[in-house]
Protein backbone atom coordinates (compact mmCIF):
# COMPACT_ATOMS: atom_id res chain seq x y z
CA UNK A 1 0.00 0.00 0.00
CA UNK A 2 1.07 3.39 -0.65
CA UNK A 3 0.10 6.36 1.67
CA UNK A 4 1.25 10.28 1.90
CA UNK A 5 1.60 13.59 3.91
CA UNK A 6 0.41 16.72 1.71
CA UNK A 7 1.49 20.21 3.11
CA UNK A 8 3.53 23.65 2.12
CA UNK A 9 5.58 23.32 2.89
CA UNK A 10 6.27 19.59 3.70
CA UNK A 11 10.22 19.44 4.69
CA UNK A 12 10.33 19.55 7.89
CA UNK A 13 7.82 16.50 8.16
CA UNK A 14 8.92 13.42 9.86
CA UNK A 15 5.92 11.63 8.68
CA UNK A 16 7.41 9.11 6.15
CA UNK A 17 10.55 8.32 8.86
CA UNK A 18 7.59 7.53 11.72
CA UNK A 19 5.05 5.74 9.31
CA UNK A 20 8.36 3.21 7.99
CA UNK A 21 9.23 2.71 11.19
CA UNK A 22 6.05 1.29 11.59
CA UNK A 23 6.16 -1.14 8.62
CA UNK A 24 9.56 -2.25 8.84
CA UNK A 25 7.96 -3.06 12.85
CA UNK A 26 5.31 -4.98 11.42
CA UNK A 27 7.23 -5.97 8.64
CA UNK A 28 4.94 -4.61 5.65
CA UNK A 29 5.84 -3.21 2.43
CA UNK A 30 4.45 0.09 2.39
CA UNK A 31 5.35 3.15 1.52
CA UNK A 32 4.85 6.95 2.94
CA UNK A 33 6.26 10.15 0.85
CA UNK A 34 5.82 13.87 1.45
CA UNK A 35 3.94 15.40 -1.07
CA UNK A 36 4.57 19.09 -1.27
CA UNK A 37 1.37 20.88 -2.37
CA UNK A 38 1.49 24.68 -3.87
CA UNK A 39 -1.43 26.77 -2.78
CA UNK A 40 -1.86 27.80 -6.60
CA UNK A 41 -2.42 24.07 -7.47
CA UNK A 42 -4.16 22.74 -4.95
CA UNK A 43 -7.35 22.57 -7.36
CA UNK A 44 -5.66 19.66 -9.18
CA UNK A 45 -5.50 17.62 -5.89
CA UNK A 46 -7.89 15.20 -7.00
CA UNK A 47 -5.55 14.72 -9.54
CA UNK A 48 -2.13 14.89 -8.00
CA UNK A 49 -3.18 12.05 -5.68
CA UNK A 50 -4.95 9.98 -8.14
CA UNK A 51 -1.43 10.11 -9.98
CA UNK A 52 0.52 9.15 -6.99
CA UNK A 53 -1.79 5.94 -6.54
CA UNK A 54 -2.13 6.79 -3.05
CA UNK A 55 -4.61 4.57 -0.75
CA UNK A 56 -4.53 6.79 2.08
CA UNK A 57 -2.87 10.39 3.14
CA UNK A 58 -2.44 12.36 5.87
CA UNK A 59 -3.05 16.14 5.51
CA UNK A 60 -1.20 19.42 7.62
CA UNK A 61 -0.86 22.84 7.32
CA UNK A 62 -2.09 24.77 5.42
CA UNK A 63 -5.38 22.19 4.02
CA UNK A 64 -6.64 20.51 6.71
CA UNK A 65 -9.79 22.64 6.10
CA UNK A 66 -9.27 22.75 2.54
CA UNK A 67 -9.24 19.73 1.72
CA UNK A 68 -12.69 18.58 3.06
CA UNK A 69 -14.49 19.78 -0.27
CA UNK A 70 -13.04 17.26 -2.29
CA UNK A 71 -13.42 14.35 -0.02
CA UNK A 72 -17.07 12.07 -0.56
CA UNK A 73 -17.70 11.74 2.95
CA UNK A 74 -16.45 13.08 6.13
CA UNK A 75 -16.49 11.09 9.58
CA UNK A 76 -19.26 13.07 12.31
CA UNK A 77 -16.16 14.37 14.54
CA UNK A 78 -13.85 15.99 11.84
CA UNK A 79 -16.90 17.46 10.21
CA UNK A 80 -18.10 18.72 13.77
CA UNK A 81 -14.62 19.81 14.06
CA UNK A 82 -14.40 20.98 10.40
CA UNK A 83 -11.16 19.59 9.79
CA UNK A 84 -9.58 16.99 7.97
CA UNK A 85 -6.51 15.68 8.96
CA UNK A 86 -6.49 11.91 7.34
CA UNK A 87 -7.93 10.32 4.15
CA UNK A 88 -8.56 7.06 2.97
CA UNK A 89 -9.06 5.81 -0.16
CA UNK A 90 -11.39 2.83 -0.93
CA UNK A 91 -12.58 1.78 -3.98
CA UNK A 92 -12.16 5.83 -5.19
CA UNK A 93 -13.87 7.36 -2.66
CA UNK A 94 -12.61 9.82 -0.25
CA UNK A 95 -13.18 9.67 3.36
CA UNK A 96 -11.99 12.12 5.37
CA UNK A 97 -11.35 11.76 9.40
CA UNK A 98 -9.65 13.80 12.27
CA UNK A 99 -7.13 11.95 14.21
CA UNK A 100 -5.77 15.35 15.69
CA UNK A 101 -8.46 15.48 18.28
CA UNK A 102 -8.15 12.34 19.60
CA UNK A 103 -4.07 11.96 19.37
CA UNK A 104 -4.09 15.04 21.13
CA UNK A 105 -5.73 14.49 24.03
CA UNK A 106 -4.32 10.63 24.29
CA UNK A 107 -1.10 12.51 25.18
CA UNK A 108 -2.65 15.08 27.54
CA UNK A 109 -3.75 12.26 30.04
CA UNK A 110 -0.29 11.46 29.74
CA UNK A 111 0.96 14.44 31.17
CA UNK A 112 -1.70 15.64 33.61
CA UNK A 113 -5.09 15.12 35.01
CA UNK A 114 -7.87 15.69 32.85
CA UNK A 115 -10.28 16.77 34.90
CA UNK A 116 -8.32 19.60 36.70
CA UNK A 117 -8.50 21.57 33.15
CA UNK A 118 -11.82 23.88 32.85
CA UNK A 119 -10.30 26.72 31.22
CA UNK A 120 -8.38 26.52 27.62
CA UNK A 121 -6.53 29.30 25.78
CA UNK A 122 -5.61 28.42 22.45
CA UNK A 123 -3.20 30.47 20.05
CA UNK A 124 -3.81 29.82 16.56
CA UNK A 125 -7.23 29.41 14.87
CA UNK A 126 -6.27 26.72 12.02
CA UNK A 127 -7.31 23.34 11.63
CA UNK A 128 -5.81 21.50 14.87
CA UNK A 129 -7.13 24.57 16.73
CA UNK A 130 -10.69 23.47 15.45
CA UNK A 131 -10.05 19.95 16.80
CA UNK A 132 -8.49 20.25 19.75
CA UNK A 133 -10.70 22.86 20.67
CA UNK A 134 -14.08 20.67 19.75
CA UNK A 135 -12.26 17.90 21.62
CA UNK A 136 -12.06 19.68 25.18
CA UNK A 137 -15.28 21.17 24.77
CA UNK A 138 -16.70 18.45 24.48
CA UNK A 139 -14.92 17.31 27.72
CA UNK A 140 -16.49 20.23 29.55
CA UNK A 141 -13.77 22.99 28.74
CA UNK A 142 -14.21 26.48 28.10
CA UNK A 143 -12.55 27.70 25.41
CA UNK A 144 -10.57 30.99 24.72
CA UNK A 145 -9.34 31.35 21.52
CA UNK A 146 -6.21 34.25 20.38
CA UNK A 147 -5.48 34.73 17.05
CA UNK A 148 -4.66 37.46 14.53
CA UNK A 149 -7.97 37.54 13.29
CA UNK A 150 -11.86 36.61 14.47
CA UNK A 151 -12.58 35.75 10.62
CA UNK A 152 -11.62 32.17 10.96
CA UNK A 153 -14.37 31.59 13.79
CA UNK A 154 -16.87 32.50 12.18
CA UNK A 155 -17.79 28.91 10.74
CA UNK A 156 -16.90 27.19 14.02
CA UNK A 157 -19.76 24.51 15.72
CA UNK A 158 -18.67 25.52 19.20
CA UNK A 159 -18.63 28.13 21.47
CA UNK A 160 -15.79 29.82 22.45
CA UNK A 161 -14.47 33.22 23.78
CA UNK A 162 -11.77 35.52 21.24
CA UNK A 163 -9.80 38.09 21.98
CA UNK A 164 -6.82 39.18 19.39
CA UNK A 165 -3.78 37.96 19.50
CA UNK A 166 -2.29 42.02 19.88
CA UNK A 167 -4.52 42.15 23.30
CA UNK A 168 -3.24 38.83 24.80
CA UNK A 169 -0.42 39.78 27.03
CA UNK A 170 -3.71 42.58 28.78
CA UNK A 171 -5.64 39.33 29.60
CA UNK A 172 -5.04 37.62 33.12
CA UNK A 173 -3.40 34.27 32.40
CA UNK A 174 -4.08 32.95 35.81
CA UNK A 175 -7.57 32.00 34.64
CA UNK A 176 -6.19 29.41 32.11
CA UNK A 177 -5.16 25.75 33.29
CA UNK A 178 -3.85 24.88 30.21
CA UNK A 179 -1.91 26.74 27.37
CA UNK A 180 -1.48 24.92 23.75
CA UNK A 181 0.37 26.94 20.29
CA UNK A 182 -1.85 25.46 17.41
CA UNK A 183 0.41 27.72 15.22
CA UNK A 184 3.63 27.25 13.02
CA UNK A 185 5.16 30.12 14.85
CA UNK A 186 8.54 28.21 16.06
CA UNK A 187 8.64 24.94 14.06
CA UNK A 188 11.25 24.34 11.51
CA UNK A 189 11.59 26.49 8.61
CA UNK A 190 9.22 28.96 10.09
CA UNK A 191 9.59 32.18 12.53
CA UNK A 192 10.32 32.30 16.17
CA UNK A 193 8.46 35.27 17.54
CA UNK A 194 7.65 34.67 20.87
CA UNK A 195 4.04 34.82 21.31
CA UNK A 196 2.84 35.20 24.66
CA UNK A 197 4.39 36.30 27.21
CA UNK A 198 3.94 33.01 30.35
CA UNK A 199 5.20 35.02 33.08
CA UNK A 200 2.04 35.60 34.43
CA UNK A 201 0.55 32.18 34.62
CA UNK A 202 -0.51 30.12 37.75
CA UNK A 203 2.44 28.07 38.90
CA UNK A 204 0.92 24.60 37.45
CA UNK A 205 -0.26 25.62 34.17
CA UNK A 206 0.26 23.35 31.42
CA UNK A 207 1.84 24.79 28.44
CA UNK A 208 1.39 23.04 25.25
CA UNK A 209 3.10 23.53 21.88
CA UNK A 210 1.53 20.52 19.04
CA UNK A 211 4.89 20.93 17.37
CA UNK A 212 7.55 18.35 17.43
CA UNK A 213 10.37 19.36 15.36
CA UNK A 214 12.16 21.12 16.98
CA UNK A 215 11.17 19.18 20.16
CA UNK A 216 11.61 22.36 22.46
CA UNK A 217 10.39 25.51 20.93
CA UNK A 218 10.80 29.37 22.20
CA UNK A 219 7.30 28.93 23.53
CA UNK A 220 8.46 25.71 25.82
CA UNK A 221 11.76 27.14 26.22
CA UNK A 222 10.15 30.03 28.01
CA UNK A 223 7.85 27.48 30.19
CA UNK A 224 11.05 25.59 30.85
CA UNK A 225 12.52 28.68 32.16
CA UNK A 226 9.65 29.53 34.34
CA UNK A 227 9.57 25.99 35.65
CA UNK A 228 6.34 25.24 34.34
CA UNK A 229 5.19 21.70 33.44
CA UNK A 230 5.04 21.76 29.56
CA UNK A 231 4.76 18.95 26.91
CA UNK A 232 5.54 19.33 22.75
CA UNK A 233 3.29 17.44 19.87
CA UNK A 234 6.01 14.29 20.04
CA UNK A 235 3.08 12.26 21.48
CA UNK A 236 -0.11 13.89 19.21
CA UNK A 237 2.18 13.21 16.11
CA UNK A 238 2.46 9.75 16.87
CA UNK A 239 -1.09 8.99 17.90
CA UNK A 240 -2.33 10.92 15.44
CA UNK A 241 -0.21 8.72 13.02
CA UNK A 242 -1.11 5.80 14.74
CA UNK A 243 -4.95 6.20 14.34
CA UNK A 244 -4.51 7.10 10.27
CA UNK A 245 -3.12 3.91 10.08
CA UNK A 246 -5.89 2.26 11.57
CA UNK A 247 -7.95 4.14 9.30
CA UNK A 248 -5.89 3.13 6.30
CA UNK A 249 -5.78 -0.34 6.95
CA UNK A 250 -7.48 -1.59 10.02
CA UNK A 251 -4.85 -2.67 11.80
CA UNK A 252 -2.74 -1.60 15.34
CA UNK A 253 0.14 0.29 14.59
CA UNK A 254 3.30 0.17 16.79
CA UNK A 255 3.66 3.48 18.25
CA UNK A 256 6.83 2.09 20.20
CA UNK A 257 8.60 1.96 17.28
CA UNK A 258 7.22 4.90 15.23
CA UNK A 259 7.91 6.94 18.71
CA UNK A 260 11.54 5.55 18.93
CA UNK A 261 12.11 6.55 14.72
CA UNK A 262 11.44 10.10 15.66
CA UNK A 263 13.07 10.74 19.11
CA UNK A 264 16.39 9.29 17.67
CA UNK A 265 15.75 11.57 14.92
CA UNK A 266 15.52 14.59 16.88
CA UNK A 267 18.40 13.52 19.21
CA UNK A 268 16.08 13.47 21.93
Request: net charge negative.
Amino acid sequence: MKFAVIGHPILHSLSPLMHHANFKALNRDDEYIALNIDPNHFHHIKDIINQSQLDGFNVTIPYKVDIMQYCDEIDLLAQKIGAVNTVAIQDGKWIGYNTDADGYIMDLKQNCNIDYIKQVLIIGAGGASRALATKLYDLGCNITITNRSQNRLSDWKIPTEYIALSDINKIDLKQFQLIINTTPVGMSGFNNEMLIDLNHCQKDTMISDIIYNPAETEFLKQAKDLKLPYFNGLGMFVNQGALSFKYWTGIDANREAMKAAVIKKLNL
